[in-house]
Structure formats: structure tokens, C-alpha cells
């Protein structure tokens, strides 16, 4: 076996997709790697198709149960066998697994890290032969991550344990450098193939939206888009059981999902949702790890999510199947309250003081970004490939700013104003101090301050409070201010917002920026504003983003969905374990008959044929013969 007829007969793929046959070829051939990959671009095939190459056992390490269960289900039905240890397993079904390891079963093993020291793993480990340790969601390791498990660094122990290296790979959808490194040096990587592929999905639409009443905007949403499988995230119970009961009320087919559900009425729902019983899932952040529904045409975020990170991950699971998909976030003030407090109660009582202190820090700093992004009026996109050390094009045509029209306002001179204001004030004072004294505006603080003293007060009183606050608000995305962290952030110069002050106090006109017109590029500050709505959408706006990718005979897609569904009821498995839409759309459009033929759709291997082939083969081609069709 070599890994193309791997990645075809157990997966039922024809190419790799990017990144992939680097990290295959580089393991196989002993090397440690690091993948570094988004959401959805196919980690689990880097580690699983090696693990069916090299000789010994593979151990793979994950954090979560449901995402274990997923990808073994996934395996097992494609014909790999494997298993997995976590607590879900009573006692006795974990010495089965174990003892079945042990003769050599399987090839892949999931394991918990809780699991990995354990005596009876230890043995089993000491007793096969290892070939390689996979680590998936690898940023859980590190501090630095938005998802920390202290319980990962006994990977380090177990390999040590071992009584020969195995091979060490490490996966992650987070690339910001600080992660990276610790990845590295945690797990002690040699040398390894270091991986990074786009975060960029093309498919994805993004948006922001800021309504005044978000659940008379989620219903109209919702009426727009019927029949489709989506998510929307909520950041407490609270709101998801209400706007659940909302959406039944309004007779959406939704299910919810929180941790204080049972877990049994959590599986329950979970598995409505992605047999498609109940497309709708309105849930917090603890839905998702793991969860390969490859189907879900949005994910709408109710409220600003903690940080890009997870804001890109949940997102993320929207459009598997790379067809178009939206990306929507409903932003409100509240929110970064939430998120605040949230950030204030975190306890973690395996760090000491200073490190909980440090990381409380560090999850602010995080916060802020997530603000931004709601903010920003550049490309969406390309702000979140840059926070993740990425560049875009600065215009994607596919999310909602690139779409809106914007006029660009020179607003260097009110920034120069503004930012002489925080340092004459000597980088004291928050955002409201500083935009009331800019105003004008005579209160309580701004006296108690002193800011009314100030040469700078009221210099900007031609211009709206709104005004002020956007082109601060601008100020900080652009890196020009920069606020503290804690309880009453106060705004501080960066380095940048220095440079700009020195050169618009040159008493040189040529350097000077107050004179506007002669500012170098660097420190001209653009502020984009969204023009006037016009009555009549234009002509030349781009178009709508098509829906679906195109099929052939739309009818046989319906028959052939319903077949799947039929199927994975009687299976007992999710329906895209059986087919993606993808395959059926294909199908739908080539009208595969033979073995050939329907091998040589994407998403279906030997396995699979051999499992589903004919009966889909004998729907295309009743399909035919009653539509009287001919190839
Ligand atoms: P990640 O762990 O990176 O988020 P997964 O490994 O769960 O992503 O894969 C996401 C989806 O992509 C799965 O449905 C998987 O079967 C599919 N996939 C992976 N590799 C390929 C490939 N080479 N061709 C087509 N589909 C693929
Ligand atoms: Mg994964
Ligand atoms: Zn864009």
C-alpha cells in the first residue's frame, strides 16, 4: 500500500488537498512535523493515513470524548481499525480496548492525556510496538493558547516513558507565533517539518452585524434561509434557552446544547442535529470540538465570542464541504462586558498567582482583537489572516465590508489632536475622558481631571461624540494608541503613535502633518466610513454569492439525499459518514452506473463502494430510466 491508494480506497479522495502529502511523506519517512492548519482543512488525514503506513501502533492524544468518537466512528467506517480510552469507557470495556490493543488490533488509538500515565496504558504502551504520537488540537499545550490543558504536558512523560522514540507529530488550527514555539519546545520536536498552509476559506462570507433588537434581526435571518443546517452560538445558557424557546415558538426545527444539560439529552441533541432531525443548533461555545458536519451553511454568532481565536474556530465550522457558507456575528456593547467579567472570574487552580495574573492579561489583549474585528471597516478576512500572522489581499469581495461601499475621510488632523491630548494628559485617562474633553464637554471627571485646563479641550467641538469615538477607535486598531488592560483601561501612545506625534510637531512644513496635505502616506490616517445608503441597490455591486455549487439533476440530489438519510438510520451513523454532499452532488451530475465510474467520484473509495456503491448506483439508474435519461 502506498499513501495514494490509502488516501483513495480508505478515504475515497483523489488528491490531497494542500499541506497534506508533505506531512504524510515527511512522517512515514521519520520525521517529526507540525501541522498548522485551519478548521476544517483536513488535519486528521495527515496522522491517519502514516499511521496506516508505518509498521506499529499509532497513539493519537485529544482532548475531547466527542471528538474521539467522531473520528473513530468515521474510521471504522471506512474500514480502519481503531478504538479509543477515555472516561467515557467503564472500566471493563476499557481492559477489553486495552487487551485487544494488546494483540494487535488496532492501528490507531485515541487516548485521553488524563490517560496517557496510567499504569494500564503504560504497559499496553510498553508492550507494542509504537510507530508514532500524534497530538491533534496541539495548542492545548501551551499557555499561550485560548484553549490551555495542563494535563498535556504528560505527552512529554509518556514519550519519555517509552523505550524508543516514536515518531512525534503535533496539530493545530492556531498560528500565532507564541503557540508555535511552545508546540516545539513543550513537546520537544525534532527538527521537525514545520507546516503552515492558508487560513484563508474562500468559501466563507463574513460579516458584522450590529442590531438593535438581535432576535427580531435572527428571525428575519432565519426566514431567508430555510431548510439549512446552521449554528448559532450564544455565550451563555441563558440566552441559548431562551432563543431556542424562541425559534420552536416560531417553528424553526432547532435544538440547543450547553453543559448544564444532562448528558444524555446533550447527546441526544447533538445527534438531532447532525442527522439533520433538527438542522437548527443554538448553543454555547461547548458545542463543536470535533463535530465534522460537513454541511452547516452558516454559523451565527449571537454574541462577540472571547477572542479571534475562537471566533475563527467555531466559525470555521461552517462550509466543510467547501460550498458557500456565511460567517455572521451580531455584535453589542454587552458583550464585551460579559466577556470581561468572564475574563475576571477565571480560576485556574493549577497555576500560581503570577501565571494566572499574566494569562488573565494576555486573554484582555485577546478580547480587544475580537473588538476590533467588529469595528474594523477593512476587509474582514484579511484582518483575521493577519491576526494569524497571514496577508491578505486587503479586499476579499467576499465579506460584508468588502461589499459595503466606504468613503475614506482624512482624519489627520482631529488624530493629531486626540493623540497630543492623551500624552499632554500624560497617558492617564480613558477613552470617554479623552473623547469629552476633545468635545468640549464640561463634567464631573473632565474637571476632577483637569482636562478643561488643557490646551487640547474642545478643539474638536465641530465634531460629533460619534465622530470622536470612531477615529479613537480607529486609532487603537491601527496600532497608533494602545489601552491597558484591567478594570479602567487607560489610553497610552504605542511607538507609532509617537512617530506621528514627533513629525507633526516639526516645525518644518514639509514634515508637518497638521498641514494635512503634506503628510507622508504612513501618517496620513484614512478613516473609512460607510457611505449614505443609496435608494436603488446598484447595478455594477457584485453578485449574490451563489448557493450551491451546481448539480446536474437536482431531483436525483433529493432521492439520493433521502436514500443516505434511510441508510444512516438504519446504520446508526451520522449521514456525511456515508456520503458528504459533495459526493451526492456529484453523483447527481455524472450519473456513475459502474464500479469505475463511481470510484472515481470524489469521496468514494473501495470501502465505501463496497459498503453503499451499489444501492446508490441502482437509484441513478431507476433515475434515469424513469426520466427516460441517457449518457
Ligand atoms: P481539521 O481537523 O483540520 O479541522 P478534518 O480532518 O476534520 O479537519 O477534515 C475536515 C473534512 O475534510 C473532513 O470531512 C475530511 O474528510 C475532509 N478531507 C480531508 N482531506 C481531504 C482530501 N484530501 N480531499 C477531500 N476531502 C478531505
Ligand atoms: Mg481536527
Ligand atoms: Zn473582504
Aim: proline share 4%; with cysteine.
Amino acid at each position: 500500500m502506498d499513501k495514494y491508494s490509502v488516501l483513495k480506497e480508505t478515504f475515497g479522495y483523489t488528491t490531497f488537498r494542500e499541506g497534506q502529502e508533505e506531512l504524510v511523506d515527511a512522517i512515514v519517512s521519520g520525521r517529526d512535523v507540525l501541522g498548522i492548519m485551519p478548521t476544517g482543512a483536513g488535519k486528521s488525514l495527515c496522522f491517519q493515513i502514516p499511521a496506516l503506513l508505518l509498521p506499529g501502533i499509532t497513539i493519537v492524544v485529544s482532548p475531547l470524548i466527542s471528538l474521539m468518537k467522531d473520528q473513530v466512528a468515521s474510521l471504522n467506517a471506512a474500514g480502519v481499525h481503531a478504538a479509543f480510552i477515555n472516561s467515557s469507557l467503564s472500566e471493563n470495556q476499557c481492559r477489553k480496548a486495552l487487551d485487544y490493543a494488546r494483540e494487535g488490533r488496532y492501528k490507531i488509538i485515541y487516548v485521553a492525556p488524563e490517560r496517557l500515565m496510567t499504569e494500564a496504558f503504560l504497559s499496553l504502551a510498553g508492550a507494542v510496538e509504537i510507530s508514532m504520537v500524534a497530538v491533534d488540537e496541539a495548542h492545548c499545550i501551551s499557555q499561550w493558547g485560548q484553549d490551555f490543558r495542563p494535563s498535556y504536558q504528560k505527552i512529554v512523560d509518556f514519550v519519555d516513558a517509552l523505550p524508543t522514540r516514536p515518531v512525534l507529530s503535533a496539530f493545530t488550527a492556531t498560528a500565532t507565533r507564541a503557540v508555535k514555539e511552545d508546540i516545539q519546545c513543550i513537546l520537544g520536536l525534532e527538527q521537525p517539518l514545520v507546516t503552515v498552509t492558508g487560513y484563508d476559506r474562500k468559501n466563507l462570507y463574513f460579516s458584522v452585524e450590529k442590531p438593535k433588537d438581535k432576535q427580531q434581526e435572527l428571525l428575519k435571518y432565519l426566514m431567508g434561509n430555510k431548510g439549512k443546517s446552521g449554528i448559532i452560538y450564544c455565550n451563555t445558557r441563558k440566552t441559548v434557552e431562551e432563543l431556542h424557546e424562541a425559534l420552536v415558538r416560531s417553528g424553526y426545527p432547532a435544538t440547543r446544547y450547553h453543559a448544564g444539560l444532562s448528558d444524555l439529552e446533550r447527546k441526544q441533541n447533538q445527534e438531532d442535529f447532525i442527522y439533520d432531525r433538527s438542522p437548527i443548533m443554538v448553543a454555547t461555545n461547548a458545542f463543536g470540538m470535533g463535530i465534522d458536519k460537513s454541511n452547516v451553511r452558516y454559523v451565527l454568532h449571537y454574541n462577540m465570542p472571547k477572542d479571534v481565536e475562537s471566533y475563527y474556530q467555531e466559525a470555521g465550522r461552517a462550509g466543510r464541504d467547501g460550498e458557500p457558507a456565511e460567517c455572521i456575528l451580531y455584535y453589542a456593547a454587552k458583550d464585551v462586558k460579559i466577556n470581561e467579567f468572564l475574563i475576571q472570574q477565571q480560576e485556574n487552580a493549577e497555576l500560581e498567582r503570577e501565571e494566572q495574573e499574566l494569562l488573565r492579561e494576555r486573554n484582555y489583549e485577546r478580547l480587544r482583537k475580537m473588538t476590533f474585528y467588529c469595528f474594523t471597516n477593512e476587509c474582514l478576512r484579511d484582518y483575521i489572516l493577519r491576526y494569524f500572522g497571514e496577508y491578505g489581499s486587503n479586499y476579499c469581495g467576499n465579506c460584508k465590508n468588502c461589499l459595503t461601499e466606504f468613503q475614506d475621510v482624512d482624519v489627520t488632523e482631529e488624530a493629531a489632536v486626540l493623540l497630543e491630548l492623551v500624552r499632554s494628559s500624560r497617558e492617564r485617562y480613558g477613552i470617554q475622558a479623552i473623547t469629552d474633553a476633545a468635545h468640549g464637554t464640561v463634567n464631573d471627571k473632565v474637571r476632577r481631571f483637569g482636562l478643561d485646563q488643557n490646551p487640547g479641550f474642545g478643539k474638536l467641538k465641530e465634531r460629533t461624540v460619534v465622530r470622536i469615538r470612531q477615529i479613537l477607535n480607529d486609532l487603537l486598531v491601527k496600532d497608533y494608541l494602545s489601552l491597558t488592560p484591567g478594570d479602567y483601561p487607560v489610553l497610552k501612545l504605542t511607538d507609532r503613535g509617537r512617530r506621528f506625534l514627533a513629525l507633526s510637531r516639526e516645525p518644518d512644513e514639509t514634515n508637518s502633518v497638521m498641514a494635512g496635505r503634506n503628510a507622508t502616506d504612513e501618517y496620513r490616517i484614512i478613516l473609512k466610513l460607510p457611505k449614505e445608503r443609496e435608494k436603488e441597490p446598484r447595478k455594477d455591486k457584485p453578485e449574490k454569492r451563489k448557493e450551491t455549487a451546481e448539480v446536474k439533476y437536482p431531483q436525483l440530489f433529493e432521492l439520493l439525499r433521502q436514500k443516505r438519510y434511510q441508510m444512516a438510520q438504519e446504520a446508526h451513523v451520522p449521514p456525511y459518514i456515508i456520503f458528504s454532499d459533495k459526493t451526492l452532488r456529484e453523483m447527481s451530475t455524472y450519473l456513475p452506473q459502474t464500479e469505475k465510474e463511481m470510484l472515481s467520484i470524489n469521496g468514494v473509495g473501495t470501502r465505501k463502494y463496497e459498503q453503499y456503491g451499489e444501492e446508490f448506483a441502482d437509484s441513478i439508474r431507476e433515475f434515469m430510466r424513469d426520466n427516460q435519461i441517457s449518457k
